[in-house]
């Protein structure tokens, strides 16, 4: 640490993921439950969108992929992180996206087109007060009037347990002179067998020994720059707020749609009690304190407009909706961060039945008598639901549509090449959604065999055996080229059934 780093972890490369928070169709579903006005550019896709902090910038690179009129500029001083990234934007012929190598110190010098939108995923957290004071002052002279912020951060009270186990981690991990991975792993284990012995913090702490447990399957470089570096800060909600205030933001909602419902968290009592706050910062800190919320990704706006109730309803009737799995695949219940919600056949077989057709706007989802006698209400928590767990996502309008599927396509093709040798990006664009959709690399494999027009399972065993991956079933290792072959071929038959024709509603395949 220290350095060019600025006390931030270095010598281990951040995890390579995309995340669907801050796409413009989520966004602008976020922020028009809330009664927000969402940015007109952000509707249209001729959008500026920044990411500061970018890690390996997968998220910035693949909306740019699927918002070929948006402008995107993202940046982190790792350079390894900006030349994995410049290599995959340049192999998709992407021209709407930079990605520099800078300090935000480097990058706030800079005058650029005012901005539709920031996010600072996996930033707020970590940096110090300096480099937070410097992302404010960016905030204040680029953001544009309307604009909005998403921003991501460790929250207290429910941060407090992870405390005492940062700390452990640091000790250990700064121990000996090995390999920073082996360290860390080192340092993981000697947690486990602290929490063994029992008693004290481990005895009297909820949670805990099942986090050591979690943090034993994570990889080096997730547990590196989630508990190792120099600032690691932890915020109450209000405190975040008014740090953003003097940018002129104000807090707008919850990014995640379903933790805008109360009732899912919240008695009526304990939402009576956060009713007599006295501001809305005030409410929010409460209800995190009654739920002890340990990690928030919030939304800010600029200069917001508030929609009356007659044009919310409006925006939110002509919101498409797209099924990301097969119909068939919806649970009947599910395990959330909430607990276990169920989810009534009465109410998600026509749904789902209704979204696999193609994407639908909830109006035209309401115009279907199974689903009008569910009522308005019960349909969109439905689909609030659906979208905060990954099992459906708003869409974007249908103008532009035929431009987004020629850009998407060709950054598809650069992200299914990489499949050969690895597992990520993990995601491909679609159309459809102006967002990512997952795909294993054994998906991605098919994909591009289809592609190339040769026979799937051979030619994923070709890249899977030559990393010396071995597949398995109903727990037995599948031994040799053929049974392996085999497992693989069995594998692309319910892939072409099950999988294929979701992907392809989603205009990736």
């Excluded at 300090?103 to 087109?113: I, K, N």
């Excluded at 037995?476 to 053929?482: F, P, S, T, Y």
Aim: aromatic share 8%.
């Amino acid at each position: 640490m220290g350095g060019w780093t600025e006390g931030y972890v270095g010598g281990i490369d951040y995890i390579r993921a995309v995340y669907r928070d801050w796409s413009p169709a989520m966004l602008c579903f976020a922020l028009t439950l809330r009664g927000w006005r969402p940015p007109e550019a952000l509707r249209r896709g001729n959008f500026t969108m920044a990411e500061p902090g970018c890690g390996h910038g997968l998220t910035s690179a693949l909306l740019a992929g699927a918002h070929p009129a948006a402008r995107f500029e993202a940046m982190d001083f790792n350079p390894s992180h900006i030349a994995g990234v410049r290599r995959l934007v340049a192999d998709a012929g992407l021209a709407n996206a930079e990605f520099l190598e800078e300090s935000f110190a480097e990058y706030a010098r800079h005058d650029g087109p005012m901005l539709d939108a920031v996010a600072l995923h996996g930033v707020w957290s970590w940096v110090s007060a300096g480099n937070r004071a410097i992302l404010l002052e960016v905030l204040r002279r680029r953001l544009a009037p309307g604009g909005i912020v998403f921003v991501s951060y460790n929250a207290l009270p429910g941060t407090l347990a992870h405390m005492p186990l940062r700390r452990l981690l640091v000790e250990r991990s700064a121990e000996g002179d090995g390999p920073l991975p082996d360290r860390i792993a080192a340092a993981v284990e000697f947690a486990a067998r602290m929490a063994a012995q029992g008693g004290g913090w481990f005895a009297n702490t909820d949670g805990v020994v099942e986090r050591i447990e979690q943090l034993r399957h994570k990889s080096p470089n997730y547990i590196a720059h989630e508990y190792l570096n120099g600032d690691w800060t932890a915020f109450y909600h209000a405190d975040v707020t008014r740090e953003l205030a003097s940018a002129k933001l104000e807090f707008a909602g919850a990014a995640v749609p379903m933790e805008q419902l109360d009732d899912l968290t919240l008695s009526p009592a304990q939402q009576a009690l956060a009713g007599e706050a006295r501001d809305a910062a005030q409410a929010e800190t409460l209800r995190d304190v009654m739920t002890n919320r340990s990690f928030r990704r919030d939304l800010f706006v600029k200069g917001g407009e508030r929609l009356g109730r007659a044009e919310r309803r409006t925006l939110l009737g002509e919101t498409r909706f797209a099924l990301l799995v097969a119909a068939d695949d919806l649970p009947e219940s599910a395990s959330t961060p909430v607990g276990r919600l169920s989810f009534p056949r009465t109410l998600y077989q026509p749904l789902g039945e209704a979204l696999a057709e193609g994407p639908k706007s909830v109006d035209t989802l309401l115009a279907r008598p199974a689903l009008a006698a569910q009522g308005e209400d019960a349909v969109l928590r439905a689909l609030i639901l659906l979208t905060s767990l990954s099992l459906a996502a708003p869409a974007m309008p249908e103008d532009g549509g035929t431009e987004r599927k020629v850009s998407c396509d060709r950054f598809n093709a650069a992200v299914l090449e990489r499949h050969r040798f690895d597992d990520t990006p993990g995601q491909l664009a679609s159309p459809l959604l102006g967002a990512g959709a997952p795909v294993s690399r054994i998906e991605a494999l098919f994909l591009l065999a289809m592609r190339l027009g040769e026979e799937p399972a051979a030619f994923a065993w070709r890249h899977l055996s030559a990393d010396g991956i071995v597949l398995g079933r109903d727990g037995e290792r599948c031994e040799g080229d053929e049974a392996n072959r085999a497992e693989l071929a069995r594998r692309h038959a319910a892939f072409m059934q099950q999988r294929l024709p979701a992907l392809e509603r989603l205009g990736v395949a």
